[in-house]
Nanobody, 126 residues
């Protein structure tokens, strides 16, 4: 079974940093595109970043964030710097078989992914 486990959230002061991890099981990163999305209370789920480990391509919607992967650990990371209170949300990682995107990375909209992790809460205090 495809499973995703997001972790690394927490409480941080504005201007601080966090690194989120998405541990994948049941598949190898080389065959999938992995995305990070977030959802704040009362708002729609928002795509932040995605990566295709097979070709190293990445997409990032916010330059404060960096996505990376460790294929040996089957884990994708989202490094978030200069955090703001408006970054407060539940952060999700999601996956889709890369061939379904035609092996071309695309902006990480929620509807583009087939599998989801449980989410990790990020709270940024002012």
């Amino acid at each position: 079974d495809v499973q995703l486990q997001a972790s690394g959230g927490g409480l941080v002061q504005a201007g601080g940093s966090l690194r989120l991890s998405c541990a994948a099981s049941g598949f190898t990163l080389d065959d999938y595109a992995i995305g990070w999305l977030r959802q704040a209370p009362g708002k729609e789920r928002e795509g932040l970043s995605c990566i295709a480990s097979s070709d190293g391509s990445t997409y990032v919607a916010d330059s404060r964030f960096t996505i990376s992967s460790d294929v040996a650990k089957n884990t994708v990371y989202l490094q978030m710097n200069s955090l703001k209170p408006e970054d407060t949300a539940v952060y999700y990682c999601a996956a889709v078989a890369y061939y379904r995107w035609g092996y071309q990375l695309r902006p990480p909209t929620a509807s583009a992914f087939a599998y989801w992790g449980q989410g990790t809460q990020v709270t940024v205090s002012s």
